[in-house]
DNA sequence: AGGGAAAAGTAATTTATATCAATTTTTTAA
DNA sequence: TTAAAAAATTGATATAAATTACTTTTCCCT
């Protein structure tokens, strides 16, 4: 089943994909002009917090946490960005440094465009201009709902939300019925989540008890997202 | 003492005041031009999450909460906006509704200027663009942080970084070595905390007995921010 | 100015979550 | 292929925070 109608999956989710798509094809061109394409392993770090920015990535295929880390060396995972989306965009926009870093999840296609191109477009499309204010608004409203389910809702929650929404990410080929496999480490889903490991695995074990889940090795396998729905509660 | 150099003050506060500072006097003009001043009370909504936008507020003088309310009515302060600050272009600039709602903490100064004149403006001016996409870009960073502190943090660090942030705000004719006085509702402190009120109380009282802050009724003084920093250890 | 309502404050208790300590399983790389 | 390292899992315990129940204080409003 899809979870349109049923999950209010915008809520949760960034549009940069939508910065680029049918972008009129002289400004593509000129942003493309001295793009590079790189494949990144797993884990590889495209760019850190705190750095000054170089340019900005596109996701040609895979998928990218971004993050913060405290002195203590403790992540907190931001948003988990997907194939198509746009990253960097944001130090180079407030004339500052990268607020967070940003590395893989999985062995991913990666993009550079250099940030004089990025700026030289930017000055001459209004409709770049148009997207980057929408998606920026837009990512705004995804990161207030964040507070809230951080600052209100319990982990039981909060892991069945994250797991609805990494669900969506990880569809690839999807057939009607058929389950989802999320291929994440317990650490990230912790730091996605807001929690110990320990606890995100206790929650696992009570959620395949109940029979929304599989797992075989690290691998999750959603089965029935609609009770996960139910018991993430999240309007 | 000035919190500069000893707090990063930047790291939780939007920036959306220099949006229209020196905006050049034709912009500003046309921006103003049907532009409305109101008195609101404190406790007054400007605008509802979930409403459609008809256009954007600046605070010539007060300070609004920005917040979101879930099912059961529990409020979750995403963000305290002050004197000169403008609010609302999030849902115009996103085509989409406010994701969040507003109100007064005090009585408040509030001129309102139409949708209309707003997006013209805009279309026009590649200075207001240009502000705007830097404002929502740092809003991000503040919002990254929010989502890490409250992961992350105990209520009394997370308690702490708050009433440092609130001291700057309530900061009026500041005099060295003055105590800063806080006036806001133990429920929105717990909301902005995201804790309950009786913790907020409890932990109050513990910053009371360890010397960094007075009460007076609902009314906080705050005598020793440089104990508060230690506190929040919040590079 | 006084009475009532709302807000603030306190204490005891329960519950959720974090932490600590191990063991088992999986993955990686020689 | 297998040994070593890394990751996942389990259980016990400690700690932080939420909840409940109540008292006291403050602040409006007539």
Redesign the interface.
């Known amino acids: 089943m899809s979870i349109q109608g049923i999950f209010p999956i915008d809520k949760w989710n960034f549009k940069s994909e939508s910065i680029l798509t049918d972008l009129p094809a002289a400004d593509f061109e000129q942003l493309m002009v001295h793009k590079s394409e790189h494949v990144l392993k797993k884990g590889e770090i495209l760019f850190r917090e705190g750095a000054y920015p170089s340019g900005i990535y596109y996701i040609v295929e895979g998928k990218v946490k971004k993050y ?1 880390t ?2 203590t060396g ?1 992540e ?1 995972i ?1 948003y988990v960005a997907n194939t198509g989306e746009l990253l960097g ?3 180079i ?4 440094r990268y ?2 870093s940003a590395a893989t999840l999985e062995e991913s296609r990666i993009a550079f465009i250099p940030k004089e191109d990025f700026l030289l477009t930017l ?1 001459q499309s ?1 409709i770049l ?1 148009n997207r ?3 998606t ?6 995804v ?6 389910l ?3 809702k319990p982990v039981r929650e909060r892991l069945a939300l994250q797991l609805i929404v990494l669900r969506e990410k990880y569809k690839v080929n999807f057939e009607e019925g058929e389950a989802v496999e999320i291929n994440i480490s317990r650490d990230d889903l912790a730091s996605l989540v ?1 929690t110990a490991r320990e606890n995100v695995v206790r929650v696992l074990t009570e959620f395949k008890e109940e029979g929304m889940l599989k797992t075989k090795g690290r691998k999750i396998f959603i089965s029935d997202v609609k009770k996960l729905i139910v018991l993430a509660n999240a ?1």
Request: net charge positive; proline share 3%; hydrophobic share 30%.
């Open positions: 913060k405290d002195k403790r907190q931001i965009y944001h130090a926009l407030s004339q500052y607020p967070d000055q209004s201009n980057l204010l929408k920026l608004s837009h990512e705004f409203s990161l207030a709902n964040s507070i809230t951080l600052a209100q807001g309007g």
